[in-house]
């Protein structure tokens, strides 16, 4: 866990523009790099956790084995995270059926942030990927960068391979493309 909050906070830890890192990254990773998504140096096992979606699902990093998983921290209060969320929607749609896993984690913190306004956000927005409500920050605390939204992109093997802080066009063919190379 120590090692995924130095991973979060330390810019080192990343592929930066000296040029030699591009050769270690995956197609994928590449693709992604050139679009603004931080790639760790190297292999950077994600930590576990396990949390209940809106739907009483459980998800889970070991549910989404052999899956590459979108991993998004969001909030309802977060325009940024909002104004990326349909597009989000479209990636879960297209990849349907196919070796990937999408996870939405949001966590009450009210008076700002309730079960009752994520449900209504997700219900009145038509979302259907998986919601997971981190209630004890669990998530949030391990994959948390002090900012949302902030995604964190992981194979099938559990490996975080990238991480993106901000809020992007998901639906984006230069991201679905990369996507598509990474998804085993």
């Known amino acids: 866990m120590l090692l995924l909050l130095v991973f979060a906070l330390s810019p080192g830890l990343f592929a930066q523009e000296s040029g030699d890192e591009s050769a270690s990254m995956s197609k994928g990773q590449a693709a992604l790099y ?3 998504f931080d790639i760790p140096r190297g292999s950077l096992a ?3 956790f396990s949390l209940t979606t809106l739907d009483g699902e459980t ?3 070991s549910a989404a084995k052999g899956k590459l998983l979108l991993l998004n921290l969001w909030a309802t209060w977060c325009p940024p995270c909002r104004q990326e969320m349909p597009s989000m929607q479209k990636i879960y749609e297209r990849f349907a059926g196919k070796n990937f896993e999408m996870y939405a984690v949001a966590a009450p913190t009210p008076p ?3 079960l009752e306004l994520i449900t209504a956000h997700v219900a009145d927005n038509g979302f259907t990927f998986p919601v997971p409500i981190d209630n004890e920050y669990q998530v949030n605390s ?3 960068t002090g900012s949302i939204p902030t995604t964190w992109i992981i194979d099938e093997k559990g490996n975080i391979i990238a991480r ?5 066009d998901w639906s984006s ?3 679905i493309g990369a996507l598509e190379m ?3």
């Open 59 to 61: 998800a889970s990093l």
């Open 173 to 175: 063919p230069e991201i």
């Open 46 to 48: 994600a930590p576990p």
């Open 182 to 184: 990474l998804i085993p």
């Open 142 to 144: 391990i994959y948390g």
């Open 112 to 114: 700002r942030e309730t």
């Open 34 to 36: 050139q679009l603004g």
């Open 164 to 168: 993106l802080v901000g809020a992007t």
